[in-house]
């Protein structure tokens, strides 16, 4: 019997990615979205938000 792999749905969990604007992070930020996650870009600091963050990514 095989299974077919699952992505994980995570429901509108909030992730805040701390990078300087780069094709990168819009690469990340669309992977993000694919598996339910809002993303939220910041630079060059964090918003006061993010202590309510789910996830936070940085570079």
């Not at 699952?6 to 909030?14: Q, V």
């Not at 990168?24 to 060059?44: E, H, K, M, N, Y």
């Amino acid at each position: 019997m095989t299974r077919t792999p699952r992505i994980p749905n995570l429901g509108g969990a909030r992730a805040f990615v701390l990078h300087r604007p780069h094709p990168t992070v819009q690469a990340i930020t669309r992977q993000l979205s694919a598996i339910g996650l809002v993303t939220v870009d910041c630079w060059p600091e964090l918003a006061p938000e993010a202590l309510a963050a789910d996830f936070v990514f940085f570079d």
